[in-house]
C-alpha cells in the first residue's frame, strides 16, 4: 500500500491502410466505426457486411449516441459501435464521441479495440481517428484501485482499420500518458500519496527520464524567505513540505527554460484553521490536480523529445490543522519581500504558488505556465466544463480561448489587474491574501499571484475547474478529468508560443 509506481506502459496499437477485409476484422472484438452524418453506400461499400450495416443504421433514432450497436457474423462476432460526426465537427464534441462510443464498446468482454473512420477525406479522419484513439487510451488506461479483486483491463490493443495513409500518433500518446499521469496522481487516496511518496515518485521519473532533480526542504525556503509557502506549510505534524523543481533540456547548450511550469500540489486540504465542512473536504486528496497537471505535462513533452528547454516547479504540502498551522491575521512575508495579511486559512493554494512563481520567474524562463485547483468562483463563473485561464498579456486573450476550441480543453480568460488590489487593500500588510466578502475571488487570486511574477515574465494561470466531473469530460470517463495536459501542448505545438533556445 505504501508503494507509488504509476504503470505507464502504453496500450499497442496496430495501423492498417487501405481497405478494411473481412480478416482485418477478425483481429478486433470491438469496432467503433465513424461515420459522417449523411453516409453514403460507397461508404458502407469500404466495408465487409457494409450494406447490413447500413441497414441496422437506418432503423435507430437519428441523433443518439451511439449511433447503433450490432455484431457482424464473422469469427469474432464483433460487436460494432457506431457514431456520426462531421468533419467541421469541434474538438470537444468528437473527443465526447469517442468516450461515449469506447464507453458503450468496453461494457463486453474486454479485447482489441478497432478504430474506423470512412465516409472523411484523409486530412479529416485523421483528426477524427487521432481524437477517438485518445478516448481510447484514456479508458483503457488503469487508474489505481485498492479492491480485493483486480478489475480486468478494458482494452488490450488498438487497431486503426481503413485508414487512408499512415497516421502518426505519437503525439496523442504522449498526451494520454501525460493525462493518464496526472489523473492516476489525483485518484490516488492521501494515506498513500502523500510529500514524501510524491516526491519520491517524482525523483524516480526523473531518474529513468533523464531530468534534472532537485527539492527545495523547508530548512532552504526558510533561508530563501519563503514565508508564503512555508505558512501553510508549518500545519503539518511532519517536515515532509517542499518545492520541487525538475529540469528538460534538449541540449546540453540549453541554459535558461524557454517554459516553466508550475503546479499546485496540496496534497490534502482540510481548510486548514478555517476548517471545511465534509462534503468540501470529502475530495481534498485531488486538490493536487495543477501539479500532477503540470508533471503530466512535462512527461508528454520529454516523450515527444520537443526541442524546447522546461522547468517544472511543484508547491507539494498539505493544509492542515493543528496548534501550528497558520491563523487569520497572521502576516507572512513571501520570497519578493512582500507582505501578506492572513485573511482565510482555505486560500492556501495562493500562498503555496506565490513563492513558487517568485522563484521561477527569477529563472528568467520565456513564459510560465501554472495550474491549480484555485477558487470555487471559477466553477461557480462558468462551470466545469471549462477552465479559467488569466494572464499578464491581455493580448493572448483570444489566442488561449482558440487553443482551447481547437484541442477539445475549452477555457475562458478573465481579467486581472492593479485595478482588482483595491479589494486586498490591507492596513496591516502589502495586501490582504483574499478579500472577506469573497466577490469575483476568481480573479482576486489571479491578480494576487501576477504580484509575485518578476522580470515581467508573460505568465499564463489556470484555475482549473474543469478538473473534476462526475460524468467525465470531453474524452475522460473518469471524474478526476487531468484537464490542461492536452491544452498546454496545444499552446505549445500549435500556437508556437514557444521557441527553442538557438
Known sequence: MNTVTPDL????????????????????????????????MAD????????????????????????????????????????????????????????KLVAAATQQKPGSLGICAVGFSADAQARVVNNVLAAALAAGFKLPAFKSKAAPAKIKSIRLLGLDRPLDTSRTEAEAKGNNLARWLAVLPPNILNAVSYTDLVRGLAKARGWQFKRYATKELESLGAGAF??????????????????????????????SLVGKGIIFDTGGTNLKPFQSMLDMHGDMQGSAVALGTFLAISELKLPIA?????????????????????????????????????????????????????EKPRMIFDFATLTGSCINAITS???????????????????????????????????????????????????????????????????????DTPWVHM????????????????????????YAMSVILDENLFKAND
Open 310 to 362: 522546461v522547468d517544472c516547479w511543484l508547491a507539494l504540502t498539505e493544509n492542515r490543522t493543528g496548534p501550528k498551522a497558520y491563523k487569520s491575521q497572521d502576516v507572512v512575508t513571501a520570497a519578493n519581500g512582500k507582505t501578506i495579511q492572513t485573511i482565510h486559512t482555505d486560500a492556501e493554494g495562493r500562498m503555496a504558488l506565490a513563492d513558487t512563481l517568485v522563484f521561477a520567474s527569477r
Open 385 to 455: 466544463r471549462y477552465s479559467g485561464v488569466f494572464t499578464n498579456r491581455p493580448d493572448l486573450h483570444p489566442q488561449l480561448k482558440r487553443t482551447g476550441r481547437q484541442c477539445g480543453e475549452r477555457v475562458w480568460p478573465f481579467p486581472i489587474g492593479k485595478e482588482f488590489l483595491e479589494d486586498l487593500k490591507s492596513e496591516t500588510a502589502d495586501f490582504m491574501q483574499c478579500s472577506p466578502k469573497g466577490s469575483g475571488d476568481h480573479i482576486l487570486a489571479a491578480s494576487f499571484l501576477a504580484e509575485f511574477i518578476e522580470n
Open 44 to 99: 458502407f461499400g469500404k466495408i465487409p457486411q457494409g450494406g447490413k450495416l447500413q441497414a441496422v443504421l437506418r432503423k435507430h433514432a437519428a441523433g443518439s449516441t451511439p449511433a447503433f450497436t450490432t455484431r457482424l457474423n464473422n469469427k469474432k462476432q464483433t460487436l460494432v459501435v457506431g457514431g456520426i460526426t462531421t468533419a467541421d465537427a469541434d474538438a470537444f464534441d468528437q473527443l465526447t464521441l469517442g468516450r
Open 463 to 486: 484555475d482549473l475547474s474543469a478538473s473534476d466531473n462526475e460524468r467525465g469530460l470531453g474524452h475522460i470517463g473518469s471524474k478526476f478529468t487531468g484537464f490542461g495536459v492536452r
Open 9 to 40: 506502459h502504453d496500450i499497442r496499437i496496430y495501423q492498417k491502410v487501405g481497405r478494411v477485409y473481412t480478416k482485418a476484422l477478425d483481429t478486433v472484438d470491438q469496432l467503433l466505426l465513424i461515420l459522417p452524418a449523411r453516409p453514403t
Open 230 to 259: 512555508l505558512a501553510v506549510a508549518q500545519g503539518n505534524e511532519d517536515d515532509s513540505a517542499g518545492i520541487l523543481r525538475l529540469r528538460y533540456r534538449p541540449t546540453t547548450k540549453a541554459a535558461d527554460a524557454d517554459l
